[in-house]
């Protein structure tokens, strides 16, 4: 669906981003635990009201800022690919969005906090697991594709299965990041452990 650049809905949609984004800063300085909605009013300069009426549940505050975390995140990612104006082709979009899972400043650790959290919802929540499962049939299938692109183009290493490497490799970036967001392992090491598994499809 587009977004309203003008009127009245497009007010509303600059008052929940800015809303979701006070969300994702707390979270960057705080934790998930410290998000409330008289905490988030404070950081977004706005009422406890109107917090409130945009999100009258903490669970939708979360919910805000997974999706706000995920268009942040995509702008990133079409910013990264499409650099100095040329096409970074399969291999380079597949690292990109795969190394996006993965925190490396504060702002992707805002978001990857929020979306573990997320993702840790969907153990009890069957409609969060719903929409979960939707989001990564999306992104399993994008990378499958973008495998396959390159497998037709033979840069593939012989026996590589597209859509099972897809599930795999984004299984491992989100345990990595899990890893590197409670310290059980760097940053750094993480995004070389994903290149080297990806690396290791290719010729």
């Known amino acids: 669906m587009a977004h309203r650049t003008r009127g009245p809905g497009a007010q509303h ?13 707390i979270v960057a300085d705080r934790g998930l635990a410290a998000v409330s909605q008289t905490a988030v009013a404070a950081q977004a300069g706005v009422s ?12 939708k505050l979360i919910e805000a800022a997974f999706e706000r975390g ?10 990264k690919t499409t650099a100095n104006g040329t096409d970074a082709g399969p291999r380079g979009v597949l690292t990109v969005v795969l190394t996006e899972l993965i ?48 497998q037709a183009a033979g840069r593939l290493r012989p026996g590589v299965e597209p859509d099972q490497e ?9 345990g990595l990041a899990y890893y590197v967001l409670i310290g059980v392992y760097p940053a750094d090491a993480a995004r070389d452990r994903l ?7 290719y010729r």
Not at 13 to 25: C, G, K, P, S, T
Not at 71 to 79: D, G
Not at 195 to 201: D, E, F, V
């Open 13 to 25: 949609e600059q008052r929940r981003n800015e809303i979701a984004d006070a969300v994702l800063a």
């Open 48 to 59: 406890p009201g109107r917090v409130q009426h945009y999100f009258p549940a903490k669970q």
């Open 70 to 79: 995920n268009a942040l995140s995509s702008t990133r990612i079409a910013t």
């Open 103 to 150: 925190p490396y400043d504060a702002v992707t650790r805002a978001h990857l906090r929020v979306r573990q959290s997320f993702t840790a919802a969907a153990l009890a929540d069957d409609a969060i697991a719903d929409r979960l499962r939707d989001d990564y049939a999306r992104l399993h299938t994008r990378l499958a594709e973008l495998l396959r692109q390159d």
């Open 166 to 174: 897809a599930v795999t490799l984004v299984a491992l970036a989100e």
């Open 195 to 201: 290149h080297t598994a990806i690396s290791g499809l």
